[in-house]
């Protein structure tokens, strides 16, 4: 499998452009963030600059306006994309992931009127957004006198009160599996950011969302009952994040190794040691990253196996990221941890987003996996026939 999956970048200049844009969004965003570091903050203009460089379309068709940023053979594409936006700024990369999920997950489950509509709203510069995580009187869909609407809301939502076209799930009754639902917000309404406090990704306007009273039609339902967790792409769908993630890793990598250029301090043992071994696991990070994008853009095996693989490899980004962080603050010392020192915020941010949900529960579903096979474990994930 590795090495045979198409990509685009070898085949016309489109994804070379969309690369280019994405290079130039993360320079933008990298100047900004020290800027929107705060717990009001949320980078307005980095989001534009992404709907100026066709970015917030890219994930669309090519048919609809956008370069296939969201299909399944330009996943190296995105990797790049994504992993590069998460260099610029986490937070940023936070928010423009869960644009293209939720733009994919349209594409995917989305009726031909929901393409044209929502693909046109991705157009005109409609942040999209997908929220999940509730707390536990859940977000209900139920009837009303005019027919249906929503009941509660959605908390850790990421970019609310920015996001203006929200996919999120709701249980049309108790017990029920959830719907997913398309809905169109207004800038600053129904968004509480007051509990948001975090130690990093203070931009990313991550906070609670009361949806209650807004109407909901068939037009705004999305696919099937419990589509949204179908896998492989619910659980494998986390490389998206590890990508963002990965960005963030190299971010901190190229800090430290910027102050110890800067120090003199480059040529101790001690430094190189950590320094070396830091670069190693970033490596580490990026190949995980990569095949797991690509077993998931194949659609090659079995949902499990491929969602046993992106599992380890989300785990084996957070250790590498874990690491680096480590080894950076200790060859930087305490200059990283002073406010003006870029290594304070890149850390705050890279330590805050490398905790996502479930992280032994992933973990232990991959050794699951591992443990009921009978391949040896040089073959556990090689290509083959009856992958």
């Known amino acids: 499998m590795h090495g045979t999956w198409p990509d685009l970048t070898e085949s016309d200049g489109t994804a070379r452009s969309i690369v280019a844009a994405a290079r130039q969004a993360a320079a933008a965003a990298a100047d900004r963030a020290p800027a929107t570091d705060r717990d009001d903050g949320f980078p307005v203009d980095d989001v ?40 610029g700024s986490l937070a940023l990369g936070r928010i423009y992931e869960g644009h293209v999920n939720a733009l994919q997950l349209v594409l995917r489950y989305g009726t031909a009127g929901q ?71 207004d800038r600053g309404e129904r968004a509480d950011l007051s509990a948001w406090r975090a130690h990093g990704m203070r931009a990313s306007a991550t906070g609670t969302v009361d949806l209650t ?49 800067q120090t003199g301090r480059g040529e101790d043992p001690h430094q190189l040691a950590r320094l070396g071994a830091g670069a190693g696991a970033a490596e580490t990070a990026r190949l995980w990253v990569a095949r797991a994008a690509e077993r998931v853009a194949a659609g090659a095996e079995e949902p499990a196996r491929t969602v046993a693989y992106v599992n380890l490899a989300r785990l084996a980004v957070e250790r590498a990221g874990l690491d680096v ?53 040089g073959d556990l994930w090689a290509a083959g026939p009856g992958t």
């Open 48 to 87: 534009a600059n992404l709907g100026r460089l066709g970015l917030l379309a890219a994930p669309l068709p090519r048919a609809s306006g956008g370069v296939g940023l969201g299909e399944a053979e330009a996943a190296a594409t995105l990797l790049e994309v994504l992993r590069l936006v998460g260099y």
């Open 115 to 185: 393409h044209a509509r929502l693909f046109a709203d991705s157009r005109d510069g409609h942040l999209f957004g997908v929220w999940n995580t509730e707390s536990r009187e859940g977000l209900a869909l139920v009837q009303t006198a005019d027919g249906r609407a929503l009941r509660g809301g959605k908390t850790f939502a990421s970019g609310a009160g920015f996001v203006s076209r929200a996919l999120v799930t709701a249980r049309p009754a108790p017990g029920e599996p959830p719907l997913m639902l398309v809905v169109a917000l």
């Open 213 to 261: 009273g807004l109407p909901v039609t068939q037009a705004d339902i999305l696919g099937g009952p419990d589509d949204y967790h179908a896998e492989p792409h619910f659980s494998g769908g986390a490389w998206r994040f590890a990508a963002v993630q990965l960005g963030g890793i190299e971010a901190v990598l190229d800090a430290w190794r910027s102050h110890l250029r």
């Open 325 to 377: 962080l480590e080894m950076a603050q200790r060859s930087v010392g305490l200059q990283g941890f002073l406010r003006d020192h870029p290594l304070e915020r890149l850390g705050r941010d890279l330590a805050t987003y490398l905790r996502q949900p479930a992280p032994d529960r992933a973990l232990t579903l991959a050794a699951r996996h591992v443990l009921d096979e009978s391949r040896p474990a």
